[in-house]
């Protein structure tokens, strides 16, 4: 490719913008155009990376037997109702009426369409199992797009659907995506953690995620210093062991003025942290029915609201209103503690949960349901006053330096990442929502057993950029950079230096070497910060020296050799395949 007639936008400036180093490299370099809020246009370079990418990810799911299909973009409503779907996925979901008022969706994910064609289409365990993929553009209208294609709007995924008669066939499925998976990330040259996961919107029972670390990753994980425990943050758990083997004292009520968080009560009464209670009120919606949720953790925790709204089965969670808290617990925040005061019936059901780190709490501190005045030595086994019917569960936010849950000897430890890939078992969510069944050996009806692999295409082009770059661009793995060698005259002017650029150009075309000519008449300079934003691993100058047979080249990450222009496309040949 000729610079001269090729389409580089590049921009000189950081747009305003930009926040992450891919977001801006992806703009300023040229790689991808904003046309609106997480709406992306892809440019020749980005379309390269996203490419290869794409194909990589093609050849390690074939090799498992994936076989590639391409389902609509637009969904009809009928299918996201039977799944349930189109009254909990919540405003993500980008509804869209044709011009006789039917509607679709545009798909976020799709699980309903495979299941739909699935289930007209195989009717015997003997055509089983079955794993179905595609790549295409998804549609999330997310509450904060940001970070460029990282968490876009529009986007390209890979998504792949398997269907089981029986759960070993959907474990072998499952294990074959995990390594597939780890191929393909190995392949993009990335490194990266495997995690347990929250399965979100999208349902199921066990899933993992595969994560790019990364110090600019929304994702927090947590991992075990010891065993290879490690989750994502929303999934983490630990063991809370309560020490205290203090007797029981006499619970007291104590006037606590103006003292409503857990750091200005404990200071007050002078006890640490973990000698308190927390006590958060939610509402949450199931549906469109909507209930409340009294949340009580250990004071030193915070709760995990990914935990509160898998117990709660909820759509969405969100803090309650203050006037909430008063009217649907009968006490203003602050001063909330267990059991309920107001015993006045109310329309809404209102939900007491108990995080594990208050199993065997002794002699704490908590609100007394009155302004003002907290209670002294409260003893949840005591003092609980159903303490038989609470069940506790894990709800707290797991923390760097807590036990690990798994080996019980290491310590957590945390990370930051970016997540690229996520692989589900799904189980019979969809197939029994949607009555999708095949025939059994005896001939009996069965739902189909399902497990669902996504994959960020863009996403994982950007996280290769945050994975390694330097200050003046991203430091591409040769096996997704958009060009392999960036091939520069120092001067277009020197008919010696422009004929050896052109044989060099062909020779290394010649063995299929993906080599980008800047035969630009520009300033080396300009030339030199193109080549940084295009991120090619291996760059060949040809200068003054050629009058002496000898070029340079740089490697990007700022290695740079003089090599004798004769044999140079054999040596650059060898060199790529070893990077
Ligand atoms: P997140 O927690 O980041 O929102 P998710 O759990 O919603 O992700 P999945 O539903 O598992 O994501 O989608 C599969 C893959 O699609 C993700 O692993 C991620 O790589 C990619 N992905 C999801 N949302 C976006 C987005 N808004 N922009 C780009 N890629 C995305
Ligand atoms: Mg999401």
């Keep these: ?56 990810i093609r050849e390690e799911l074939n090799k498992k037997g994936a076989i590639e299909i391409l389902m609509p973009s637009m969904v009809p409503v009928e299918l996201w109702q039977e799944s349930g779907r189109w009254y909990a996925y919540g405003k993500e979901l980008l509804r869209i009426k044709d011009r006789a008022d039917r509607e679709f969706c545009y798909g976020p994910t799709h699980e309903e369409v495979i299941v739909d064609m699935v289930r007209n289409n195989i009717q015997s365990y003997k055509q089983l199992p079955v794993n179905l993929y595609q790549i295409q553009a998804k549609f999330r209208d997310e509450i904060r797009p940001r970070f460029g294609l990282m968490r876009a709007r529009e986007f390209t995924m890979k998504d792949a659907y398997s269907f089981h008669s029986n759960t070993e066939s959907l474990d072998k499925t499952y294990q074959d995506m995990f390594e597939a998976y780890s191929n393909i990330f190995k392949r993009c040259g990335l490194k990266f953690r495997v995690v347990r996961a929250d399965s979100g919107n999208i349902g199921g029972n066990a899933s993992q995620e595969f994560m790019i670390t990364a110090d600019t990753g929304e994702d927090a994980i947590l991992y075990c210093d010891h ?25 007291e009520l104590v006037n606590t003025p103006d003292k409503k968080s857990i750091e200005e009560v404990a200071k007050f009464l ?25 949340v009580f953790v250990r004071g030193d925790y915070e709760i995990n609201e990914t935990k509160v709204k898998n117990i709660l089965d909820a759509t969405t969670i969100e803090l309650a209103k203050p006037e909430e808290t008063s009217e649907y617990w009968g006490c203003e925040n602050g001063f909330i503690g267990p059991n309920k005061p107001s015993k006045k019936k109310t329309d809404y059901q209102v939900v007491e949960l108990f995080d ?16 003002d005045k907290h209670l002294l030595n409260f003893n949840p086994a005591r003092d609980l006053s159903r303490f038989e019917d609470i069940v506790f569960v894990d709800l707290n936010m797991t923390r760097e330096g807590d036990d690990c849950p798994e080996c019980h000897k290491g310590k957590l430890k945390k990370e930051r990442g970016i997540e690229v890939g996520h692989i589900f078992k799904l189980g019979t969510k969809y197939s029994k929502a949607m009555n999708a069944s095949y025939l059994d050996e005896k001939g009996l009806e069965q739902n189909f057993i399902m497990g669902c692999y996504g994959i960020g295409v863009g ?44 044989k060099l150009y062909i020779e290394l075309q010649n063995k299929n070497i993906e080599v980008l000519f800047d035969d630009r008449k520009d300033r080396i300079g300009v030339k ?37 222009f004769k044999g140079a496309a054999e040596l650059i040949a060898d060199i790529l395949k070893k990077l």
């Excluded at 065993?227 to 205290?244: F, G, H, P, V």
């Excluded at 002078?270 to 009294?294: C, E, I």
């Excluded at 996280?463 to 960036?486: K, R, S, T, Y």
């Excluded at 295009?534 to 040809?542: E, K």
């Design 227 to 251: 065993c290879d425990y490690s989750a994502n943050i929303e999934k983490a758990t630990t063991i809370i062991k309560n020490i205290d083997s203090e007797p029981a004292k006499k619970m």
């Design 356 to 371: 594990n780190s208050l199993t065997n709490a002794k002699n704490m501190v908590c609100g007394a349901n009155q302004k």
């Design 270 to 294: 002078k006890v640490p942290d973990y000698k308190t209670m927390k006590a958060v009120f939610y509402r949450f919606l199931k549906g469109d029915k909507l209930g409340f949720a009294m």
């Design 528 to 564: 030199f910060n193109d080549a940084d934003l295009i991120g090619a691993p291996l760059r060949i100058i040809i200068g003054k020296k050629i009058a002496e047979g000898i070029i340079e080249l740089n490697y990007r990450t700022g290695n740079k050799v003089d090599i004798t």
């Design 1 to 56: 490719m000729r610079y001269s007639q090729y389409f580089i936008p590049t921009l000189r400036d950081v747009p305003a913008d930009a926040e992450v180093p891919s977001q801006i490299f992806a703009l300023r370099g040229g790689y991808v155009k904003k046309i609106a809020a997480g709406i992306y246009d892809y440019l020749p370079l980005g379309l390269r990376v996203i490419r290869k990418i794409e194909n990589i």
């Design 459 to 502: 996403r994982t082009a950007m996280a290769a950029i945050e994975q390694a770059h330097d200050e003046h661009g991203p430091l591409w793995p040769v096996q997704i950079a958009p060009f392999e060698v960036i091939l520069i005259t120092a001067n277009m002017e020197t008919p010696e230096q422009v004929t050896a650029a052109e």
